[in-house]
């Protein structure tokens, strides 16, 4: 593995990627951990995270050196808060806003569920399922941060332009997130014409996410920042906060989702490209 990754970095993410995949696709299709009292499919989650720890001890590297980096953790993590809650606030107001012009009426309410592209979401009250909320993603996004943005990122940079390496990744990333509508298909859920608009937005907006995660991770050279807007997008986006119209739970969710995940990715991309032109002019280090 050593060897290809010398040679041929990007077949040996795609090789890394194949494992995790396949791991997810297990849990989706056999094992359904989001059917248990867990409601979550974290068991590939905790796998990728122990495949990654392996990984980075047949490189010789350390947590550190793919963006864990200590000292600023706490602080970091409150940065993506915050970036996340500004920009969802827009489009909570936005989403809330046109709801109330047409329906009259709109409210909030917390509980927990799920995110699809198709809107179905199965309700999950009290503490424990919150709890089990929080913590499954912790996993969730330790490991897609961590293999996504860090070993991936590690190990492309060192044959591809940083550009490049973000692109390939975002479009992973992508991919990714198509076991979701790939198993709504097989189920019977969706038409095929309805699994290859699914799996095109899912691409789409995974990878904005994923630009966007990894330009944060250049520009403070950790992973904690984007860790933080991913926890909050997983947490309190697509799981905890929903609006109410009509007795009916996030119509709009996929809009409102799009405009915040749009509002903050363009927040960033101005970010870095200020900063890269501060780096030319030789004002800052890159």
């Excluded at 010398?6 to 299709?29: D, T, W």
């Excluded at 963006?67 to 989403?95: H, N, P, Q, R, Y």
């Excluded at 979401?121 to 399922?129: C, E, T, V, Y």
Aim: with cysteine.
């Amino acid at each position: 593995m050593k060897n290809i990754e010398e040679k041929k970095p990007v077949l040996s993410c795609v090789i890394l990627f194949a494992i995790c995949g396949l791991a997810r696709i297990i849990e989706y299709f056999v094992i359904k951990a989001d059917e248990t009292i867990f409601a979550e499919n974290f068991l590939h989650k905790a796998f990728g995270i122990a495949i990654l720890a392996i990984v980075l001890h047949s490189r010789g590297n350390t947590w550190k050196s793919i963006g864990f980096v200590k000292g600023k953790t706490v602080s970091d993590i409150l940065k993506g808060f915050l970036l996340g809650g500004c920009c969802f606030f827009v489009a909570w107001s936005m989403e809330c806003l046109m709801l109330y012009q047409t329906n009259q009426n709109v409210s909030l309410d917390f509980y927990i569920s799920g995110f699809t592209l198709n809107g179905e979401a199965i309700r999950h009250d009290g503490s424990l399922f919150l709890f089990l909320c929080i913590v499954l993603n912790i996993v969730n996004v330790w490991m897609e941060e961590g293999v996504f943005r860090g070993v991936f990122m590690k190990i492309l940079a060192e044959k591809l332009s940083f550009i490049r390496a973000v692109l390939l990744i975002a479009f992973l990333f992508g991919i990714w997130h198509w076991v979701m509508p790939l198993r709504d298909y097989v189920q019977g859920n969706i038409s095929f014409a309805g699994f290859l608009i699914m799996g095109i937005g899912y691409l789409v907006l995974a990878g904005i996410m994923s630009v966007k995660w990894s330009l944060l991770y250049k520009m403070t050279g950790a992973l904690w920042m984007g860790l933080g807007d991913h926890l909050f997008n997983n947490v309190i986006v697509t799981n905890l906060l929903h609006v109410i119209s009509n007795g009916e739970a996030d119509r709009m969710q996929i809009i409102r989702i799009m405009i915040g995940q749009m509002l903050s990715f363009s927040i960033i991309t101005i970010c870095y490209r200020k900063r890269w032109k501060a780096v030319q002019c030789g004002k800052v280090e890159n």
